[in-house]
T-cell receptor, first 110, second 115 residues
Framework: ELKVEQNPLFLSMQEGKNYTIYCNYS?????LYWYRQDPGKSLESLFV?????AVKQEGRLMASLDTKARLSTLHITAAVHDLSATYFC??????????FGEGTQLTVNP | GAGVSQSPSNKVTEKGKDVELRCDPI?????LYWYRQSLGQGLEFLIY????????KSGLPSDRFSAERTGGSVSTLTIQRTQQEDSAVYLC?????????????FGPGTRLTVT
């Protein structure tokens, strides 16, 4: 059974600081997605990582994928309050179904 | 263009009743997925449809759950004899195609509460 684990599950950080969220998974896959979810809202796609070594950046967020280590990271640079949300990684397996991590609840404090 | 839409947005039902949840995918998207999100179980895959192929039902938690997709577009998820543990947010997603790494676009969800 595929397991997707995120670390940390809760993250409180100050504005302007940097931090990394980790996503480990237990089976071979070279397709990984990051989503953002605001309270009471649906999932918003952030990044699609399709191969080993893929790196994508959007604003203060950068995601990377290491398929050999079965690890993806979401790096936050100079955090701002608007980044407060829950972030999910999801691994694509057979039939394009997604298996999600538990989510990382990020709070950015002024 | 229009995104994935779901109805109703909220549904409160009594234990033992049947419910139907509806999903309208993005026009032209051939793949459609149902997931549910609950406090205890996180985000779980339920079922997916791809074109005219037989759906992958491997994520359905019990035989009380079923889904259909008519005309390759709208999908309905039916839960029979609802139980309190069925309370969750049911999310629908669609993508251009499965078997390739096309993004899944999620709808706003239906919040189901079983009393």
């Amino acid at each position: 059974e595929l397991k997707v684990e995120q670390n940390p599950l809760f993250l409180s950080m100050q504005e302007g600081k940097n931090y990394t969220i980790y996503c480990n998974y237990s089976t071979t896959s070279d397709r990984l997605y990051w989503y953002r979810q605001d309270p009471g809202k649906s999932l918003e796609s952030l990044f699609v990582l399709l191969s080993n070594g893929a790196v994508k950046q959007e604003g203060r967020l950068m995601a990377s994928l290491d398929t050999k280590a079965r690890l993806s990271t979401l790096h936050i640079t100079a955090a701002v309050h608007d980044l407060s949300a829950t972030y999910f990684c999801a691994v694509e397996t057979s039939g394009s179904r997604l298996t999600f991590g538990e989510g990382t609840q990020l709070t950015v404090n002024p | 263009g229009a995104g994935v839409s779901q109805s109703p947005s909220n549904k409160v039902t009594e234990k033992g009743k049947d419910v139907e949840l509806r999903c309208d995918p993005i026009s032209g998207h051939t793949a459609l997925y149902w997931y549910r999100q609950s406090l205890g179980q996180g985000l779980e895959f339920l079922i997916y449809f791809q074109g005219n192929s037989a759906p992958d039902k491997s994520g359905l938690p019990s035989d009380r759950f079923s889904a259909e997709r008519t005309g390759g577009s709208v999908s309905t998820l039916t839960i029979q004899r609802t139980q309190q543990e069925d309370s969750a947010v049911y999310l629908c997603a669609s993508s251009l195609a499965s078997g390739r790494s096309y993004e899944q676009y999620f709808g706003p969800g239906t919040r189901l509460t079983v009393t």
